[in-house]
């Protein structure tokens, strides 16, 4: 008796030494572990594991979303390697991409030829990509709902074929070195009716740009004019149309953001000590 007890304590002792048997995991389970890693760790380390986990990885099912916006200690070519790995195993079903400052303009072609059902769009820091090459394939993007280009060398030239192109998209955040004028208003005005969120930095908006955006943009509810430069446009603005909904809350710092609600609209803008008198809203 007393051997028996030895031997079961034994094997539990070894048991706790050596861990849980991952490959006894149900086969959906071990899909949600894997689908929470990145894409690189999923070509690099995760896939080639074991059997189980290989096949698993060659499911399209799992490369729908592509993640690879975050620093890598990969050179870029391997980087835009694992990229097109990872697309070719989405086999069409490709939805939704993250790409850092590694992407070219043959990287978003071959996206863009790879896909009809991209509905999210994430380029961060990615200055080999020109406006000939995003020009060349906006058109590409039919179903695309959130595009996020961050710290880009893009133009408004960029931005207006995006308008003409990409008729739903609800989430547009355009962060590029090139001023922005109000034909680039009057373009997500004439074109985003679905718009809810906006970002767009160094914009030169006037009155009217911003008039035209919250009258063509009925259901926006977030609008951050990082940098602006024409720093009345926005108080005035707002005045005019809703004077009785202005407010502020108090303790907040000013940035440069605009919020939208039912009940009321917060706007601030940068300040300093020869302009943050107009801000003092009742």
Known sequence: MMASCLRSGKKAKRESATGPNWLELPKE???????????????????????????????PLMWCTIDMIEDSDHPNHKLEKICRYAIDRSCGHLEDISIGNFATNDLLKYIADSTNHLYRLRLRECRAISDK????????????????????NLTKDSLKAICRCCPHLKALKFNSTGNLYDEVAFAIAGTMPKLRHLHVALNRFSNEGLDAILD??????YLDLGFCFNKTCVTKSLRKRCPDLISKRPGFHFTSKIMISSKKIIGWTLVNEENISQFNYV
């Open 216 to 221: 063509g943009c009925p259901l926006l509810e």
């Open 133 to 152: 090459g995003l020009i060349e394939v906006a058109n590409k993007f039919p179903v695309l709902e959130e595009l996020d280009i961050s710290y880009s």
């Open 29 to 59: 389970l071990t899909t949600i572990i894997l689908q929470k890693l990145n894409t690189i760790e999923i070509v690099t380390s995760a896939s080639p594991v074991c059997s189980l986990w290989w096949n698993i990885c060659k499911d």
